[in-house]
């Protein structure tokens, strides 16, 4: 499991490795700088644990786990640098916007039930990106880096109800196909987003709790390489 400090700092010197001269021309068609686009979905679980009201005397409280899904659109820009005939490494920023407004949450405090709509709006990914050519237009990678998500609230009650900016980590999984004319192509890809614990307290009738959850998304697109 990577630490945030410690996998920040994995992207940035693997970053530094792509200042070197090409190794190899079977991955040139893979180099350079690239702007990409794409859409699909997300499925995302979300948990609470460990809640107590913050009331004279404290009370605890619970919460069921939140599954939801929602559509998903993603931009992005990256560069890869060819380390051999065969293998590339990449580092890729991408921002996923979605609205996932059905997510319900309920907190059970006793007999009485307090809810809540949440909901996640943009989505920042920093992630090195290592690929294997599986055919002359065919390039096979993975993802790892770092997260950033805005989780929005809104209590049922009307009352105000507090946004997060929480961290996580991202794993993936995605293959390009160049299309015809060299420069364009075809993307697929599934991401692994897992947030990091984070402790967090509400606005109204104040409760303190650990938040976490995950993602997976499956996204179809095309990119376009300045090479």
């Known amino acids: 499991m990577f630490t945030r400090s410690s996998t920040f700092l994995t992207i940035v010197l693997c970053f530094a490795t792509l200042s070197g001269e090409t190794a190899g021309a079977q991955t040139s068609k893979f180099e350079g700088f690239n702007l990409h686009t794409g859409l699909g979905g997300i499925s995302q679980t979300t948990f609470k644990s460990d809640m107590v009201l913050l009331s004279n005397p404290q009370v605890p409280v619970s919460s069921p786990d939140i599954l939801s899904s929602a559509p998903l659109l993603n931009v992005g820009a990256g560069f890869n640098k060819a380390v051999s005939d065969q293998f590339t490494l990449g580092l890729e920023f991408n921002l996923s916007a979605r609205d996932s407004k059905?997510?319900?949450?309920?907190?059970?405090v006793g007999p009485y039930a307090l809810g809540s709509m949440l909901w996640n709006t943009n989505q920042y990914t920093l992630s090195l990106s290592p690929g294997y050519l599986l055919a002359p237009d065919t390039l096979l990678y993975v993802k790892f880096g770092v997260l950033k998500v805005?989780?929005?609230?809104?209590?049922?009650?009307?009352?105000?109800?507090?946004?997060?900016?929480?961290?996580?980590?991202?794993?993936?999984?995605?293959?390009k196909q160049v299309l015809a004319g060299g420069q364009n192509y075809f993307y697929i890809e599934s991401n692994k987003n897992q947030l990091f614990t984070t402790r967090l307290t509400t606005v109204n009738t104040p409760v303190t709790y650990s938040l976490n959850g995950s993602t997976l998304n499956l996204v179809l697109g095309f990119g376009h390489h300045f090479n």
């Open 102 to 108: 059905h997510i319900h949450s309920v907190n059970y």
């Open 150 to 175: 805005t989780t929005m609230c809104a209590n049922d009650n009307g009352q105000p109800c507090m946004s997060n900016h929480l961290s996580g980590q991202n794993f993936g999984l995605g293959i």
